[in-house]
Each structure stands twice: as C-alpha cells, then as structure tokens.
DNA sequence: AAGCGCATGTAAAAGGTTACATGATTAC
DNA sequence: GTAATCATGTAACCTTTTACATGCGCTT
C-alpha cells in the first residue's frame, strides 16, 4: 500500500470502472464538477493512480497516438472491481458533507441498485437530523440574532430542503420502478430542472 | 503577521464582530454549523485567535468565574473591525463552493446591506454558470452514461435551483423592503460599493 | 524557433486533524 | 479520589495546493 486518501483513491476507481482514462481526463472531468466536489490538483491525482496500480486494482498501458503526446491509461483490473465492491458496501461517514456523499454517489449508483438504495436513505437520514440541528439554533437564538448567521441558516435549511426532495423523488424511483428500465428512468429524470 | 490562514482569520474576526467569545464558544457554534461549513479543530482556531490577537485586531481578557475554570474572551478592536470591512468589501473568489461562500457570508451579511446585496448577487451569477456547466455535461454525454455519474449531475442541478430560488427570494426582500434597522451597522454608516 | 495545448510528474509549503498535555471545577 | 465537563494549548502527522520541471507535437 502507498499512501492512503482512501476515499479518492476509491472515487478514482470508480470512475475507471466506467471506463479507462489518463490522469489528465479524470482532472477534466473533475473541473466540470469543481463545484459539486471540487477538483484536486494534479499532486492528489497522480499519486492515486500510482497507488491504485502498486495494489494491483488497475493496470496502465501507454497509448501512443499519432497526433498527440502519448497518454497512460489505466484500467481497472477484477481485483479492482472486486475492491470496490466492497468499499461501496461499506457505510459512509455518519458526518459525511456533501462532497463527500457525492464522491461516493457516483460509484455507488454505477454498481448495485441495493447498495445505492440503502446510500441515498442513509443519506436521508443524515439530512433529516442535520436540519433538525439547523432549526434547534433558530430556536435557541429567538432574538438579538446576527443577520449574517440567520441568513446562513436559512440558506442551509433550503439546501437540506431541496435535498430531501431530491431523495424522496429518487427513492420513489427506484422502489417502483423495475430495474430492467433504469436507463430510460433516469433520463426522464434528469429533464425536470 | 502570524500564521497565514485568512479566510478563516477573518470569518472568526467577523464572529467576535457579533459578539465576545472564547475559542470554546467558537468551537461549540461551529460544532452545530458542522454540515454547512464544517467544524475545524481548536488547532485551527487558538492559532486564529492568537494571530488576531498578535495583528492587534482583538483583545483578550480573561474571565474568571466562580463556578467553571477561567476562560479567554476575546473581543474585536477598531482597527479589527476596519480590517473585516475591508475584507468583506474585496470580491470573493470566482471557484467558491458552498461552504466558502457561508464562510463569507456571516460576516458579510453582518456588516453592510449595500455590501451584502452585491455578494448575493455574485453568488447568483455564480450558481447560473455551475448550473450550466452542469447542464452542458448531460447534452455532452447523452449515450452510454454511468448511473453514479448522472444521478450526481442530477443532483447539482437541484442544488443549484434550491440556490437560485433562495437567491433570489432574499434579493427580493432585500431591494423591496424599506429596511430595518437591524441590518444596518450597529455604530457607523458605511460606504461600500 | 517560439509559443501553445497536451500530458506526466514532484518538492516545498500551506492547511488541517489527531492525539496528547495541562489544569480548574463540579458531581458522584 | 476519580470521573466528567469545561477550557486552553501544542506537536506530530497527514493531506492538499502551488509552483515548478519535463517533454511531445502542432501551429505561426
């Protein structure tokens, strides 16, 4: 094993579970969701890639192209597939922030419907209890609030708002909806903003 | 100058604008902002409190009670609070995730309502540009797309519209109400842009 | 041949967490 | 007297960013 940063090493495979790629297209892809997760630089990607190769979960073969700088691209081996599974079994942290669920989000809904289930009512959970906190402080302030504070709170309750919707939207899909569909589902889905 | 650390320096000189705490108090409120912004660890903020107060943009006192042990109070100077309304006047960075954009927004909204209408509005044109980074990585895919990775897509945009109708509701606010008292500055009148 | 976009990589510095040390006060 | 909570602080460790170095291949 080399060095640990578990959870991105894990969201790298993930993404090589879908389909192989060089460092530099997962930093693309990373900078078009900068900022739902933020997107680490090249000293974070690179070593995880390094690691994940050194534990036998990708392998890299260098793709020399004719009109370009030749590229490693890695691809996930069985071990690794194997590894993932396990992992995306695993419960999330109980204080996961957003960030954090999301890394986990997109492994997890590409591998087992059973699993993503089971993540986004965890999920829900969590949001139910951090909204609850939120609205405990608006209670215990009642007065001589500062405004920047109560606006924050605000903020945070409609984001725990929207979030629960999103949740209660997907679990309905999911639970009634047959698997054999999921596809077509997701894509009617993802339309309606 | 002390240790670097700005944007949370100024966040907690922006708290102590409120009102006097001591690094526990601060911790504590923090503890319950955890899913917003998170919870840094008191080896983040006694360095804060002390490079504050080395800059001379706080004092402190102790305050020794009769019934717990003796804590340190630190309160907001002149000169600190000149420094946070120069700070909350400069643009925030264009990247911001949510979590910085709640750090700037304490104590921004707790300052100026000239200043605060301006921050809001820069948060708007930032969701709007996300929102459509979001949006052009669906038309971008539109064949074989992994499952985790459209049901996080799916989930930005949400985000961002729960974001945007906030917006936009507290812009409304803001610009139509004759305002109150409460938000205009405790001691002075401001001139900001 | 200079500059740009692609592509990989690393070292130094900054940022943050964890774990520990210290000690006062209350409650059992 | 010993555990628990309050309260402050630091050092070692881990992670992440920033800044740089390297080099290919295309365009001007």
């Known amino acids: 094993m080399a060095t640990s940063n578990e959870s991105f090493r894990y969201f790298t495979l993930g993404l090589l579970a879908h389909q192989p790629m060089s460092g530099y297209d997962i930093r693309r892809f990373l900078k078009s969701l900068e900022w739902l997760i933020g997107s680490p630089?090249?000293?974070?990607?690179?070593?995880?890639?390094?690691?994940?190769?050194?534990?036998?979960?990708v392998t890299m073969e260098v793709a020399s192209r004719p009109d370009k700088?030749?590229?490693?691209?890695?691809?996930?081996?069985?071990?690794?597939?194997?590894?993932?599974?396990e992992w995306v079994d695993q419960p999330p942290a109980s204080n996961a922030n957003l960030k954090a669920f999301i890394m986990r989000l997109i492994p997890v809904g590409s591998s087992a419907h059973a699993g993503l289930i089971v993540h986004?009512?965890?999920?829900?959970?969590?949001?139910?209890?951090?909204?609850?906190?939120?609205?405990?402080?608006?209670?215990?302030?009642?007065?001589?609030?500062?405004?920047?504070?109560?606006?924050?709170?605000?903020y945070g309750l409609a984001v725990a708002s929207a979030e629960l919707a999103w949740l209660d939207k997907v679990l309905v899909r999911l639970s009634t909806e047959p698997w054999a569909e999921e596809v077509i589902e997701i894509e009617r889905s993802v339309d309606m903003v």
Chains 1, 2 share one sequence.
């Open 41 to 57: 630089s090249f000293g974070v990607i690179y070593p995880a890639l390094h690691a994940l190769l050194e534990d036998g979960l």
């Open 120 to 154: 986004l009512q965890q999920r829900r959970a969590q949001v139910l209890a951090h909204q609850a906190d939120l609205e405990r402080i608006i209670t215990d302030w009642a007065e001589g609030v500062d405004w920047g504070q109560r606006l924050a709170v605000d």
């Open 69 to 85: 700088p030749p590229r490693k691209i890695y691809s996930i081996t069985e071990a690794g597939k194997q590894a993932l599974l």
